[in-house]
């Protein structure tokens, strides 16, 4: 119940397109849900964040849609750029907790 | 920056000896984390603080002890390193319950 399930687990995107990026979870308890990018030798940095009251929250060319009735969540990269090629982790939280529970990741990388 | 420094970046050890890692923020936030990653694993949460003095397990906290003697660091220590603890460990600070801010890392070899 308390996982987070992450897919795919690598991915390749032509420069232009769209990278999707999905996430499932269980614990209808979870409130709180982030998505992270990292890049090789850096620690991972928050790239947006969605709390379920909405469906969607846009931020530039990031964009994360959530389903509160199938428990899914996903990321969606428009116009994908090479600069863009990272792991994006997605995890979930809730109020009464004080951990992040992390998926897999996910290996992005946007071809030239 | 989020205000996270971590020492040492890099540290070379041999088996059997004491490692201690140390996390410091100038943000004065209440939870810090200690995590490792591992190709294959993504991130594992070893031990967390909610205060000082205050810590609880992760779920890979065999073979790791932490301390919290104040607000700003967080040490993370392996009683006698393993080659299975050849890993790179990030710290983690948080407000609240949400948003964490991730530290550079520290890249861990056990010989």
């Known amino acids: 119940q308390q996982q987070v399930k992450q897919s795919p687990q690598s991915l390749i995107v032509q420069k232009g397109g769209i990278s999707i990026i999905n996430c499932a979870y269980e614990n209808t308890a979870f409130d709180y849900f982030p998505w992270y990018q990292q890049f090789p030798g850096k620690g991972p940095a928050l790239l947006i964040a969605i709390r379920p009251d909405v469906s969607e929250k846009k931020e530039g060319r990031f964009t994360i849609s959530f389903n509160k009735s199938a428990k899914q969540f996903s990321l969606h990269i428009m116009d994908s750029q090479p600069g863009d090629s990272a792991t994006y982790f997605c995890a979930a939280s809730m109020k009464s907790n004080y951990q992040l529970i992390w998926g897999a990741g996910t290996k992005l990388i946007i071809k030239p | 920056d989020a205000g996270i420094t971590q020492s040492p970046r890099h540290k070379v050890t041999e088996t059997g000896t004491p490692v201690t890692l140390r996390c410091h923020q100038t943000e004065n936030h209440r939870y810090m984390y200690w995590y490792r990653q591992d190709p294959g694993h993504g991130l594992r949460l070893i031990h967390y603080?909610?205060?000082?003095?205050?810590?609880d397990k992760g779920e890979v906290s065999d073979g790791y002890s932490v301390s919290r003697s104040k607000t700003e660091d967080f040490l993370l220590t392996l009683e006698s390193a393993t080659s299975s603890q050849t890993s790179v460990y990030f710290c983690a600070i948080a407000r609240a319950e949400d948003t964490q801010y991730f530290g550079p890392g520290t890249r861990l070899t056990v010989l």
């Open positions: 603080s909610y205060g000082v003095k205050d810590t």
